[in-house]
């Protein structure tokens, strides 16, 4: 068990009842959608095998390697492949836009010029051998896409028709983000540009699909259109929507932002909320979304305060426990897996900011905990795509309990989300074997009785007799 101060920190992060949508780099921005009853009892979209059981790896590029390049990215790729990561995601590499910019490097997601690498980054030469290198290490790789809006000083701004407009008549801001344009999806001229610009991107360098920022604020019918033809040059691409719209999950994305469950989480350990909230959360998204629906688990990233600083260091294990058993793929963002924790999000985000890797040396723990979560959430279809059962515990205040079940295989997970000790017990029988963790040390009492010190988390794994 880690042992280190609780975070006193209440910072309020609201939990929408709704579905949310992202903005561009700078934090969630929610606004309610309204819910189609009817999509819950279709079936989402069916996604590649390496994409159910992946782990996912988020890398700001500018901030990832001493030189802030692609090279540098290549340079720790068997890192990664060591950490168990099979997906790479690169945040944009295209220029970023220098008029009206934010900060003193601008934001990545005021993009320039989508059919150019920034040349801080690197060369096209670059780009293609941090394919080829990541793919060599049986990896995927996809990059972010800002499909909703551009830089001011975009090489689009040649099509002026290419651009929404104000009741003034000129080109808007969508929402505050003064820093970018808003592209019109009325016209059809844009439509094709972007999709060409995608199938581009497949094409030219062999890419595995696309993170795509604010999702939730471009058309719907365009990403089911863009989807198709990109098929058709590569079959078993992804596409991860930066959003939580269930219509999106049908045909257009493989994946979606699990917003509402790391809003819980926030919820749960910075605020006070009882534990249930998680299960609370969980099943009102099972009602919403389509049946299989794969989501972004995920407890840090760019637009958030690092999980170290919203959780504490122990808090941030904890929600990392969950994040990897429950279902869907989860993320791990950009030295996460040392504890590093360098502010990302705005205003950071246009700032020049590195990882500080040595942090590693204050947490070796922490590397090992991913790498062990990483390879049991791949190696296991219990927990990746398998039956969630909620089990009644007795401190529902503080502790979450759950099975994960695929058959004959079988998890009981039990996850502490505060700073009070738990000494009791849990709704479940059977013969179980715990799972060791570098982060915690096995008990001696069996099943159901469990103790959990502050932030602590186990797993056990069904004997079968």
């Given at each position: ?255 979606d932002y699990a917003w509402p469950m790391m809003h819980a989480v926030d919820d749960v350990v910075m605020n006070g909320n009882p534990a249930t909230e998680i299960r609370e959360t969980f099943e009102q998204q099972q009602k919403l979304f389509p049946k299989g629906a794969l989501h972004l688990r995920m407890s840090d990233d760019h637009d958030e305060f690092r999980a170290v600083t919203r959780y504490g260091f122990p808090g941030a294990i904890a929600a990392s426990v969950l994040m990897f058993t429950l279902d869907g793929a989860p993320l791990i963002y950009n030295g996460m897996e040392v504890g590093d924790s360098t502010q990302s999000r705005a205003p950071a985000l246009f700032e020049p900011q590195k990882i500080f890797w040595q942090a590693g040396e204050w947490h070796p723990e922490y590397s090992k905990f991913y790498s062990e979560m990483d390879t049991l959430h791949h190696e ?86």
């Open positions: 068990m880690l042992c280190f101060p609780a975070m006193k920190s209440r910072l309020f992060v609201a939990l929408a009842c709704c579905i949310f949508a992202a903005s561009p780099g700078t934090g969630n921005q929610s606004h309610a959608q309204t819910a189609d009853p009817n999509i819950a009892s279709l079936d989402a979209r069916h996604s590649p095998d390496w994409l159910k059981s992946g782990t996912v790896y988020q890398v700001f590029v500018r901030s990832f390697s001493p030189a802030g390049d692609l090279n540098g990215v290549t340079a720790r790729l068997d890192d990664l492949k060591k950490l168990g990561v099979n997906i790479v995601w690169l945040m944009p590499i295209h220029p970023d836009g220098q008029l009206k910019k934010k900060g003193s490097l601008g934001s990545p997601y005021a993009v320039r010029d989508y059919y150019a690498i920034d040349p801080a980054l690197g060369t096209k030469d670059d780009m293609h051998r941090l394919v080829q290198e990541t793919h060599k290490r049986q990896m995927k790789i996809i990059i972010d896409i800002v499909a909703n809006h551009t830089a001011w000083d975009s090489v689009m701004m040649a099509h002026p028709d290419f651009y929404r407009k104000g009741k003034d008549g000129q080109i808007t801001s969508p929402y505050d983000w003064t820093d970018v344009a808003a592209l019109d999806y009325t016209n059809p001229k844009l439509r094709r540009y972007m999709t060409d610009m995608l199938l581009h991107w497949i094409k030219e360098f062999d890419l595995d699909g696309f993170r795509c920022d604010a999702a939730g604020e471009v058309p719907t019918d365009f990403w089911e259109q863009a989807r198709r033809e990109l098929e058709q040059a590569k079959p078993d691409l992804m596409m991860l929507a930066e959003a939580s719209k269930p219509e999106l999950l049908r045909s257009a994305f493989d994946m296991h279809t219990a927990l990746q795509q398998g039956a969630t059962i909620w089990l009644h515990n007795s401190d529902e205040q503080h502790i979450v309990t759950y099975l994960r079940r695929s058959g004959a295989e079988e998890f009981l997970v039990a996850v502490n989300l505060s700073s009070t000790p738990f000494r009791g017990s849990v709704e479940a029988s059977g013969n179980w074997k715990e799972i060791e963790l570098p982060v915690s040390k096995p008990e001696s009492v069996a099943v159901p009785f469990i103790s959990l010190n502050a932030f602590e988390a186990r797993i056990f794994q069904r004997q079968v007799q």
